[in-house]
């Protein structure tokens, strides 16, 4: 999963397919075609780029997803703490909060979380 990472037109297309799956791949030729301008040839060659990392799958001519948005979007998080702040989610918040203070809310929302989460131990 280390190769977990978009590009920006990546990013684009696969948004494409997370909002509009199950999606035909003509369809989706053809969405990109209007949205990017891109040819049948772009579309499967950055759509097998996809594949090949483990994103989404097309079986049978249907393009879905083999992680949601969320998942991704969890895992490029947490790639971003380990990578920045050697794993320490409490120093990324902190760094975090010394450029914006934390509102009332904010601040409940996390200790909501520490609470959730903190049961699983």
């Known amino acids: 999963m280390d190769e977990m990472k978009l590009g920006v037109m990546e990013g684009h297309f696969a948004d494409m397919i997370w909002q509009n799956e ?4 003509g369809e989706l ?3 990109a075609l209007t949205d ?4 049948k040839s772009t579309t499967y060659t950055v759509l097998k780029k996809l594949i090949d990392r483990g994103m989404f799958k ?3 001519g249907v393009v879905t997803s083999l ?3 969320e998942q991704f979007d969890s895992m ?4 971003f703490v380990n990578e ?3 794993g320490s989610l409490p120093a990324f918040i902190a760094a975090f909060a010394s450029r914006k203070p934390l509102t009332t809310k904010e601040i409940q929302e996390i200790q909501k979380m520490i ?3 903190g049961k699983e131990e």
């Open 58 to 60: 097309n079986e049978n």
């Open 36 to 39: 990017f301008g891109w040819k």
């Open 84 to 86: 920045t702040f050697n």
């Open 22 to 25: 199950p999606i035909a791949s």
């Open 76 to 79: 490029q998080s947490e790639k």
């Open 29 to 31: 030729v053809k969405r």
């Open 115 to 117: 609470d959730e989460f």
């Open 67 to 69: 992680i949601s948005r």
